[in-house]
């Protein structure tokens, strides 16, 4: 399972997608599943809403993470479509039913398409309001039966403090994730650790920046943090 923000489908963009660097991430995730691994990727939304933005300019939160959840789709349908075209099958399951637009997420179908080769983006995160496309990454995952939480970003790994705010931050190469959740580290909540916790599924936080960086993971090339039970 591949978790995939919304931020990084921006590209150096301030707002929304950036159609080079959603191609580039496409070829990254068709390029893994040549690899002969079975592909799951859940997808962010927060290049284009965040509900806790809007919850902050008024707006009632269940409707704005509403509107989150819709973003994810945007993103899942504008990523589909860029796997699609570098010749690698692909399906969007919503976890918030919309059947007109793409399938609405069920484990047997998504099972099913996962067998087939076929990679499977799950937009609308959990389909909850108040959860993040994080935690929606870490239920999927055990839920699917992955074998790992391949959480991509915009730095190298899990660090003590935002590297690009303190020069002073730590890198850490492995961590527990209970050590994640008791030092409150910001790269992902606390509800997605737990999930992960319960079901002892590892994560590996890692830079989406540079072209083959899902590929040199999965290969277990490349920097890395690595978060096990
Ligand atoms: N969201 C939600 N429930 C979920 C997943 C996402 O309500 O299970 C909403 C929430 O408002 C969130 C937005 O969708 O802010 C976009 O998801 P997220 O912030 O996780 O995207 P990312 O930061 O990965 O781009």
Sequence with gaps: MVKVSGEALMGPDAFGLHPPTVT?????????????????????????FRGVQGAAKGLDRATADQLGMLATVMNALALEAAIEAAGTPARTMSAVAMPTVCEPYSRQKALSHLAKGRVVLL????????????????????????????????????????????????????LTHSEAIDRQLGVMDAAAFALARESRMPIIVFSIQEPGAVTAVLRGEGRATLVTA
Excluded: H, M, Q, W
């Design 24 to 48: 580039r991430i496409a070829a990254d995730l068709a390029d893994a599943r040549a690899l002969g691994v079975e592909l799951a990727v859940v997808v962010g939304g927060g290049n284009i």
């Design 123 to 174: 937009a609308g995160g959990t389909g909850n309001p108040f959860f993040t496309t994080d935690t929606g990454g870490a239920l999927r995952a055990a839920e699917l039966g992955c074998g790992a939480l391949l959480k991509a970003t915009n730095v190298d790994g899990v660090y003590s403090s935002d590297p690009k705010a303190d020069p002073a931050a730590v890198r850490y190469e492995r």
